[in-house]
């Protein structure tokens, strides 16, 4: 059974994170969240969904899920002996990249992204922030430069969306792609022919 680890950090874009979890709670998967203070808060307050609510929701499925607590470095997943196929970070806030970047772990989620890197597995950050400063691109380099994926949450247009739905789909889809999580969260381009025979 696959593990995989996702967090959720204070910026903008949490319908991202719940689109994911929403896909991956229906796969036979370990699955460990940690989701920051400012996460919650601002997952709350975008959405209306609070994350307790969601997980009562998302333990109906297959998944094993376990809501890891940010502050527990004793967690099974702050240890490289932890064998884990990869995490995803969705969205990353600027400060979440920059203790990465800067191997700074004094929570949980700083320190299984760390782990990642280390060990030399897969780690994927979603950042959405806009525009970004040198300081934010610095850090998002130095993270590429170490491995990480880096995937804004930039939606593409190819696909013609119709709906707001369609948007985050595109962005949680390609998050499982760089994972290599096959999925069908958006319309993927077949040419230019194919695609527009499906409109």
């Known amino acids: 059974m696959k593990k995989l680890i996702i967090g959720l950090t204070g910026a903008s874009g949490s319908a991202y994170f719940l689109r994911l979890a929403d896909a991956l709670s229906r796969r036979e998967l370990e699955l460990h969240l940690i989701a920051t203070e400012h996460g919650t808060q601002v997952m709350e307050y975008e959405t209306g969904v609070r994350l307790e609510e969601r997980l009562l929701l998302w ?20 240890s490289g002996s932890f064998q884990c196929d ?5 969205p990353c806030s600027m400060s979440a990249a920059a203790q990465i970047s800067a191997g700074i772990s004094e929570t949980l989620l700083t320190r299984a ?7 030399k597995r897969p780690l994927v950050l979603v950042p959405r922030e806009t525009p970004l400063s040198p300081v934010h691109l610095k850090n998002l380099y130095r993270l590429s430069k170490l491995g990480v994926t880096i995937l804004p949450a930039m939606p593409g247009f190819y696909n013609r969306p119709q709906s707001m739905d369609d948007l985050i789909d595109f962005v949680a889809g390609k998050a499982m792609d760089s994972l290599g999580l096959q999925n069908d969260c958006y319309r993927r381009w077949e040419g ?5 025979e499906k409109d």
């Open 113 to 119: 992204a760390d782990v990642m890197i280390k060990e």
């Open 59 to 78: 333990r109906q499925g297959p998944a094993k899920i376990i809501e890891e607590d940010n502050q527990n470095l004793f967690s099974p997943v702050a």
């Open 192 to 196: 230019k022919e194919k695609n527009e």
């Open 86 to 90: 990869g995490m995803l970070i969705l």
